[in-house]
């Protein structure tokens, strides 16, 4: 079983400017509730026992936000909405689940994941970008299912417009195991529309071993001078380790950018 998340928040979400510029983009509000909230239900939802928050100095904001019971419990006692105490229940139940790791020079998701090392307990683990929020089905249990079907690495996917290829890792097939699920071939992070293999973007789930960290450890910073989490997964396949790409039956809503985290709230207000 899968019981570990990790989430990487040390991004400083240059894309969402000038929101971000003193506040954390995770907890901008998203039809009412922060982004980060709708990760880590579906994480509890998912059966996830503990999830690890890899943060920075200038998020500090994040955690402050998960340990703000002293400030609930004064209100109640002055006041006791019933509103307010769900609120602080919900808090409570999130806290008692996360850890805290840092990394205080954001150098990609690579690097990110390997400051989760030594706190991983199981063969594998499930890492999820919080930019990335998929609504009306849950992605992570649905990969998990498919985890424990296989026994393989996992990583959410859809298809692309062939000129936005850019923006994601792509990967390619190899064979096809149903409708929704393809054994991958290989994964190229942000490739050109030239050089793209296809137009199967990777989404920001993974089910990932423990192997990935030594890979990473063997990685020198590429674009961006950031190490991907793409390369190190590229390594894995070369030696025969199997990913099976998933085409999420939810929907996908891109809250990494401007327009598409304006969108998200229309879309969540809809369900
Ligand atoms: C990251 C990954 C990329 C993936 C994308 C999904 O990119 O590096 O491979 O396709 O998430 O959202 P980022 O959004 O951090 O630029």
Known sequence: MIKQAIIPLAGLGTRLLPLTSIFAKELLPINGKPGIEYILDECINAGIKEIIFII??????????????YFYKNIIKKKKDPRIISEYK?????????????QNNPRGTGDAVLKTQKYIKD???????????????????????LHQKYNTSVMA??????????RW???????????????IDGVIEKPTVKSAPSNNAVIGRYILPKKIFKKI?????????????????????????KFIAHNFEGKYLDCGTMNGYINSSTEIGKL
């Open 123 to 145: 063969k594998f683990f499930l890492m999820l970008l919080p930019d990335d929020l998929i609504i009306k089905k849950n992605c992570s249990r649905a990969m998990i299912k």
């Open 217 to 241: 450890k063997s990685l020198k910073p590429k674009k961006g001078n950031e190490i991907h989490i793409t390369n190190a997964i590229q390594l894995l396949i070369n030696e025969n380790e």
């Open 56 to 69: 920075s100095k200038k998020k500090l904001m994040i955690k402050k936000y998960f340990y703000s019971d």
């Open 169 to 183: 890792g792509i990967y390619k097939v190899n064979k096809k195991l149903d409708k929704r699920n393809f054994i």
């Open 90 to 102: 919900k808090i409570l139940k999130y806290k008692k689940r996360i850890k805290f790791v840092y």
């Open 157 to 166: 996917s859809m298809k692309v417009k062939k000129n936005n290829v850019s």
